[in-house]
């Protein structure tokens, strides 16, 4: 492989895997809470509709960027008050979160087209330079010649962490979902707690969605998150719920998304569909490999009744 080769296949690697990790960054939090919210797919897509409509009508990313932030907590204060207030199964809400994200969406562009026959172009992320650093060989673009939100979800990582790990309220967090009853008696509402990390997940799978929409792609198409959801479900689980393991498993299937890219530019005999099905065999496969290795925060998806 040519030096070129090698070093577009690391920056494809490392930007199809921005998505991923910002929605898993946000997903280990709720789940470390004991929620889980099988609704970041339509999250992101919401986000993505927003990021888009947003910039385009403001000619601002940043404010396109908050607007996909908002769409994805509104559709987490709703996955809150049917699972959280209403005891409602997580995974059948998060379904259903789903289903009304894919519809809202296609109404919405279906209105996009009907209006302007023609995209607009949206204002977008575009890459920003670290000077000297992203001129070095090999990793200097890959790695310094990233869009903000880029660098944003890797300045998440260590940010995801510490609040975990070195603050009261993070340690509440990991509480609810540990030992919820425990957290309580100590004087926090494991509701409150589990409804603030819904909408900080909500809005990191926003972001995501903005992402995909405003500093990858420049535009909207419908389903465009295309399983990416699904897939930061599967990052969460095989990264043990670690925003460093988190980073590692995106990297991983980010990787596993490039390879598409290169093996149906080499044009090889095999059928390109192989190669879109490549990402969702590693998710398959890494779940497989995982069941049972990992331990899940110990009251995961289970409502919390006060005795």
Request: aromatic letters at 10%; hydrophobic letters at 60%.
């Amino acid at each position: 492989m040519s030096h070129a080769a090698l070093a577009g296949l690391m920056a494809t690697t490392l930007a199809l895997a921005v998505p991923l990790l910002l929605a898993a960054l946000g997903e280990i939090v709720v789940e470390k809470a004991g929620t889980i919210n099988v609704g970041i797919e339509g999250m992101m897509l919401a986000g993505a509709l927003a990021a888009f409509f947003v910039a385009v009508a403001t000619h601002s990313p940043l404010l396109g960027a908050l607007a996909s932030a908002g769409a994805g907590i509104a559709l987490a204060l709703l996955f809150g008050l049917l699972s959280l207030v209403f005891e409602a199964d997580q995974v059948v809400v998060g379904t259903a979160i789903n289903i009304l994200a894919l519809g809202i969406t296609g109404v919405f562009y279906h209105a996009l087209q009907t209006a302007i026959p023609e995209q607009p172009q949206p204002a977008s992320f575009g890459p920003v330079a670290i000077p000297i650093l992203s001129r070095l060989p090999l990793v200097g673009h890959a790695l310094f010649a990233q869009n903000a939100l880029a660098y944003c979800s890797f300045l998440m990582i260590p940010v995801v962490w510490a609040f975990l790990n070195k603050t009261r309220l993070g340690l509440a967090t990991r509480a609810a979902g540990e030992h919820p009853a425990a957290a309580d008696a100590a004087g926090f509402s494991v509701r409150r707690i589990r409804a603030l990390a819904l909408v900080f997940g909500g809005a990191m799978a926003g972001l995501a969605g903005a992402y995909l929409s405003i500093a990858y792609t420049f535009g909207f198409a419908q389903q465009m998150s295309g399983g990416k959801g699904f897939i930061a479900l599967a990052v969460v689980i095989v990264g043990r719920w670690s925003p460093a393991g988190a980073l590692l498993a995106a990297l991983l299937f980010g990787f596993a998304s490039a390879l598409q890219f290169l093996f149906q530019a080499i044009n090889t005999p095999i059928p390109y569909q192989a190669f879109l099905a490549l990402p969702y065999i590693l998710t398959l496969a890494a779940l497989v490999v995982r069941a049972g290795q990992v331990a899940a925060p110990a009251r995961l998806g289970e409502p919390y009744r006060r005795s």
